[in-house]
């Protein structure tokens, strides 16, 4: 079984429900969930003039390869009303495999590791939440790059306080 690492991402009500409803669809597709970071509240990355979005990160295995995981992952936003009008804009549920083992690959459809994962804090605090001494395929350790980002700018990220790991399974 392959080790994954899963972005999740909505700024569409109900946001909540939405990240919920593209964990149970990785379930129900054979994807074992086997951590949760806490859920985070940043704004948006591009056009600024949409909600606030909802952030987690879900560490999982699987026996999909790469290419196959992300038709999943299409097709999970798909069920969820995920409509690709504007790149960077609104979503009701936007699934992104950021790590897929060690694996380093570039195709047409799929670039892995995500490419932006060093410059997005509403990904880096997750995944450091749920994998500390993570490193990436070359080498760094994503506490590091995440320091660095610290360094330069400030911070729009907040932990809803609701929202811990257990926030799959709360009824908040």
């Known amino acids: 079984m392959r080790t994954i690492y899963i972005a999740l991402g909505s700024n569409l009500s109900p946001r909540l429900s939405y990240l919920r409803n593209g964990i149970l ?20 990355v591009g ?26 992952l299409l097709q999970i936003e798909r069920v969820n009303g995920r409509i690709r009008r504007v790149r960077w804009g609104e979503r009701t549920l936007d699934l992104d495999l950021l790590l897929y083992d060690n694996l380093c690959m570039q195709s047409s459809d799929l670039i892995l590791p995500h490419p932006r994962i060093m410059e997005r804090k509403f990904v ?9 001494n993570l490193r990436s395929p070359e080498g760094i350790l994503y506490q590091k790059a995440l320091d660095s980002l610290n360094s330069k ?13 257990s926030w799959f399974q709360e009824n908040c």
């Not at 379930?27 to 074992?32: A, E, H, P, S, T």
């Not at 999982?60 to 995981?69: I, K, M, Q, R, V």
């Open 25 to 44: 669809g990785l379930i129900q597709n054979g994807v074992k969930i086997q951590a949760l970071s806490s859920v985070y509240h940043s704004s948006p």
């Open 47 to 72: 056009d600024e003039n949409q909600p606030f979005f909802l952030n987690a990160v879900a560490k999982g295995g699987t026996n999909f390869s790469p290419d196959d995981l992300l038709q999943v």
């Open 124 to 132: 880096l605090i997750p995944l450091i939440e749920i994998a500390p």
């Open 153 to 165: 700018q400030e911070s729009n990220i907040q932990t809803i306080k609701c929202y811990r790991r």
